[in-house]
């Protein structure tokens, strides 16, 4: 997990290269799944990630954790 912000995104992207360089293939990233991070969630759907997993009440009751991945190109 880089991040739990939208920069994270953009942090993948310049970090990209190192991950292959190190055979990796997936970048997961982590956020919170309450309403109020529901454009976060969006942002990260555009950027071509998929959400992989939730978890309910994971930091509090009713806000839980929302994981994504996404696969590096080659």
Do not use: N
């Amino acid at each position: 997990c880089l991040a739990s912000q939208p920069a994270a995104a953009g942090e993948t992207q310049r970090k990209a290269p190192l991950i292959r360089q190190a055979q990796g293939r997936k970048v997961y990233i982590d956020t919170f799944s309450s309403p109020h991070y529901a454009a976060t969630r969006r942002f990260y759907e555009r950027m071509g990630y998929v959400l992989r997993a939730e978890c309910p009440d994971f930091y509090r009751d009713g806000d839980g954790k929302a994981v994504y991945e996404k696969t590096l190109d080659r």
